[in-house]
């Protein structure tokens, strides 16, 4: 049997056709596999995607970090550190005072003939506003003697007699040195005074026969008034001088409208100045 001349041309050309159409796979293949992106690079890639969108967010917040500060800032001013609440409260009414004393009380001007020395008592309390300004209500009472020549002139059996002045006051006092342990303040007072002037006349008798001192011919009249002065004070305790109990001692002269000498129960205006020793906490 004998085989065509052209078997062995027609193999070798069904080779290298083979051969041309697997070198082209390979090649497209390759070619594919430089085209297409990696596991890696889709990591980084959304990695640097994430990263991106991070930074937009933080620039965002470091926009509105200093609003945030500010806030914080600004809150402090109703906490521990401001003006408007917890431990930095500021109250107007800063505290309470009080004081009690006593002592004399000269006449002077026209007043000095109807009443000499006497006594007086001065008790008060108020509002501390500061160190510095304090107010007080006062009340003072002061007992005066008659003058025996004043006595003598009335006539009429008088033995004797004493001027009473009572008086409710507003008082503020000024510290001038409110750091100090011992220090000068001004003080001074506005207010109502009450005086009445009593003359004692002996009467005779009681049930043993001795003769009896009674008040008669007293008079009084309503007016206002006023005071001022200068006192002086040391601080007791208190490490570093700031202790608020004080031991004061003042003199303010005194002023009161009362009637004039010729008109009812006028013996002309009353001046005074009573000299008080006292504590002031």
Not at 4 to 23: E, F, V
Not at 134 to 159: C, H, R, T, V, W
Not at 160 to 179: C, E, M, R, W, Y
């Amino acid at each position: 049997m004998s085989y065509p001349l052209s078997y062995p041309p027609a193999t070798s050309l069904m080779r290298r056709a083979g051969l041309c159409a697997a070198a082209f796979l390979i090649a497209a293949g390759f070619a594919c596999a430089q085209s297409a992106p990696s596991q890696d690079q889709l990591s980084a890639t959304g990695s640097s995607s994430s990263l991106s969108g991070l930074t937009q967010y933080g620039d965002l917040s470091a926009f509105e970090a200093p609003a945030i500060s500010a806030a914080a800032e600004g809150g402090g001013q109703y906490g521990n550190g401001g003006g408007y609440g917890g431990g930095g409260k500021r109250k107007f009414l800063h505290d309470w005072t009080f004081e009690a004393g006593g002592g004399f009380s000269a006449p002077m001007g026209n007043d000095t003939p109807y009443i000499t020395w006497g006594g007086n008592f001065t008790g008060g309390g108020g509002v501390r506003f500061s160190n510095r300004i304090s107010l007080l209500a006062e009340y003072q009472f002061m007992d005066n003697k008659l003058p025996g020549a004043f006595i003598a002139a009335l006539g009429q059996g008088a033995s004797g007699g004493n001027a009473h002045i009572n008086s409710i006051t507003g008082s503020p006092v000024i510290d001038l040195f409110p750091k100090k342990s011992n220090g000068i303040y001004l003080v001074g007072g506005w207010g109502w005074y009450h005086k009445s002037t009593n003359f004692n006349v002996q009467v005779c008798c009681d049930f043993y026969g001795y003769p009896v001192t009674v008040n008669t011919n007293s008079f009084s009249s309503n007016q206002w008034g006023g005071n001022g002065g200068i006192g002086i004070y040391h601080r007791l305790g208190g490490m570093y001088g700031d202790s608020k109990t004080k031991l004061f001692a003042e003199a303010r002269y005194t002023y009161i409208h009362t009637p004039p000498i010729g008109q009812e129960n006028g013996l002309g205006t009353t001046e005074l100045i009573p000299v008080t020793l006292g504590l002031r906490f």
